[in-house]
């Protein structure tokens, strides 16, 4: 572990949390995206894993480049854990449970995203951990948390997204919800589990103590519904999807324009707002909310956005994915470092949504490939000479 | 609070209005202790609708915003003018104490006041729609349009229709939690910086499969309603929301280990309660694999199912899942969550006054665990400049001083 208070000089640009060791076990989204965070500010990750317990994004969650299936052409994988390291390790052998031992006790930071009580199983529950580190910070996030009656009980980002209440506000009134796209809530935990080992970390910088954080995906999903769940509980309302109207704003929503499936966005928020919108399109009758969709759905979607931007108008365009990569002020901000993979070729990255003006980001490496980093980790990190990783190999430690 | 406390010791200044108010509500829930900073009289944003009912004597009044309220717990709160020259000494006396400043103007306004000096010694946390600099940094935009141009609108709604919004905001919350993770990466760094988010760019990474499905894959995914796509790699969609009889659940037909033993235990289930159709019960569930199944296939196995779980609540519908370790959960809403006996069990919800004066409200409680431990909701929201005493009074300005500032408008 690093010495309390004393990280190792460093050059000044390799991070913000450079000199930050952090072991990494998990699958999908909820837990990796972590570690791919701090490795993205140059915390040193080292993602533990094997292949007889693949990660899910490894293998069987497309797509996987030209359609190859295997743990390297894995397109979700590479996305969502850049910059770490990858050690291959059994940890159903005695070896590789001693091994994996070994490396978090160099470690700051563990974290883990399996079902409670998996890790345990693993012999690397908290509290032995804790006793041979004691400044070891362990972040293990899971879908409802490692206690309680439905802890054990399977599920995934989508469906606990619905469980929270966010798709019951999503879609028209009075008609089905609509899905918010991927593990949504996945995200969410992943926000609160980085600024949760953050702040532990900042607390150890005063008092040397690690800390055992028990994040539930579900409950930092509450979190960002705090508004709803608050009207209702003070009001009995339980607040219901609306389309896209809002209380304050009017008009408020999305309009088609010329072309399939081309829509933008606008709001306005006021009277001074609703005139600046009336002249820009020389609206007559009352109904603005008609004048505008009439306007909009004659021209095309980027004419519309530069007339209402030229006139001062709350409007932006309803980008599609694709349109993402091109747009200016995402590429402005370095939204999508490009990177060569070793299997899949060139691809994107997706850089953190803040900046560091002084200790800014860095993506060079996209997600490893499958034990890229045995040699460094076991032979430099825990001192394995090479007979012994070629012994350990052979007895399926590496597997 | 967490004992010791996460942040203890930490001075936040908070600046911001409801854009990016929760970066500092995070802040405080760790323990830091968060100064919320406003115009004399009161923010705008605290009349953000809705208000809590007539019947805790609200209507539409600046200590009544539920938005407002929800983001601002935690904090204590003061006014400031900072057009004026008296507000801006008092301001760069206040910042001379700070580590973290958090503020959500439009870019270039401290500059413009002649404030960029008092920032210079701490971590500047600011959050506006779409960044700093660049093409867009001085438009305009609510969260409706930032959620329009990060591509996560395109993603929501029925095919053929107009994109959707979450009816309750979103970018605040993840603009704003962003903040935080921000400004303790650059704590953890050392040096007074700025610490740059974009309301845009926050909304871009809450659909990550999507950016990679283009760029792996040349596929544009777009709406589709209640159905979920990128688990198949013949293109199918899977239902994933449901009509039951009080409401909606969420479930899907899948694959992989979990998803055979949840199709295993739903024919059980169907067979329990009468018979299992003929399209489920010639499934080999131990050899199923969701991935490869053509819509016409998918399409047949959910007509299949659905008048099934027509039938059900969603609350038999979830003790059942539960029992039978099957993946599926009701769609729930607010009304669900206050009652969900995990979520007791976990002693999650806290009960304070929103506005001191006002009868208990249950708040959701910390984010997580800490040894153990709930970071606490404790403090009430504050009122405009509820706290002008006690944190002026800190700075050495005394009773007849501050009466003299308020007279003059300053605070």
Known sequence: ?399 | MVSPTLLGGCRVLDLADLSGAVCGRILADLGADVVKIEPPGGEADRLRPPYLADSWGGTENLERSIPWIAANVNKRGITLDLGSPEGRTLFERLAATARIIVESSPPGRFRALGLEDALAGAIVVSITPYGQDGPLADVQGSDLEVTAASGSLWLAGEVGRAPVRTTQPQSPYWSGMYGAMGALVALQAGPAQRVDVSAQAAMTTVHPPAPVWWDIAGEDHGRTGPFLLGRSVVGSRFRNLWACADGFVSFAIQGGPIGRHTGRMLTEWMAERGAVPPVLAAIDWSAFDNTTLTQTVVDALEAAIAPFLRTLTKSEFYAAVVKRKMLGYPVGDASDALTDPQLAARDFWRTISPVEGLPPLAFPGGFALFDGERPEVTRSAPRPGQHNAEIYGELGVGPADLARLHEAGTV
């Open chain 1, 1 to 399: 572990m690093t010495e309390l208070g004393t990280r190792p000089a460093t050059v000044p640009d390799a991070g913000a949390l450079a000199g930050l060791r952090v072991v990494e076990m998990g699958f999908a989204a909820a837990g990796p995206l972590v570690g791919k965070y701090l490795a993205n500010f140059g915390a040193e990750v080292i993602r533990l894993e094997s292949r007889i317990a693949a990660d899910v994004f490894r293998s069987t969650y497309p797509p996987f480049k030209n359609g190859v299936v295997d743990a390297d052409h894995a397109g979700m994988f590479a996305f969502y854990n850049d910059g770490k390291m990858s050690a291959s390790l059994n940890l159903k052998h005695p070896n590789g449970k001693a091994l994996a031992r070994a490396l978090i006790a160099q470690a700051d930071v563990f974290v883990e995203s399996f079902t409670p009580g998996t890790v345990a199983r693993l012999g690397l529950d908290a509290a032995s951990l804790r006793e041979e580190s004691p400044g070891l910070i362990i972040l293990s996030s899971c879908n409802q948390g490692q206690t309680g009656p439905h802890a054990f009980h399977p599920g995934y980002g989508s469906q606990l997204t619905a469980l929270a209440g966010f798709v019951q506000l999503l879609g028209d009134p009075d008609s089905t919800p609509v899905l918010l796209y991927g593990p949504y809530i996945d995200y969410i935990a992943v926000g609160y589990g980085a600024i949760a080992v953050l702040a532990a970390l900042e607390r150890r910088k005063r008092t040397g103590a690690g800390c055992v954080i028990d994040l539930s995906q579900y409950e930092a999903g509450l979190q960002f519904l705090t508004p709803s769940i608050l009207e209702f509980a003070a009001t009995g309302r339980i607040p219901q999807r609306n389309g896209n109207a809002d209380p304050v704003a009017s008009p408020h929503g999305v309009y088609r324009c010329a072309g399939p499936d081309r829509w933008v966005a606008l709001s306005a928020w006021n009277d001074a707002e609703r005139r600046t919108l009336r002249y820009a399109i020389d609206a007559e009758g009352p109904d603005l909310d008609a004048s505008v969709s009439a306007w909009t759905a004659m021209r095309p979607r980027d004419d519309v956005v530069a007339t209402f931007r030229a006139a001062g108008v709350r409007v932006a365009p309803v980008l599609s994915i694709s349109e993402l990569f091109a747009d200016p002020q995402l590429a402005h901000r370095g939204m999508w470092p490009r990177v060569t993979h070793p299997a899949i070729g060139p691809m994107r990255l997706m850089a953190p949504p803040f900046r560091l003006s002084a200790t800014p980001s860095r993506q060079e490496r996209p997600g490893p490939v499958f034990g890229a980093d045995n040699d460094h980790v076991f032979g430099e990190l825990l001192g394995l000479t090479g007979e012994e990783r070629r012994s350990l190999a052979r007895d399926g430690v590496f597997d």
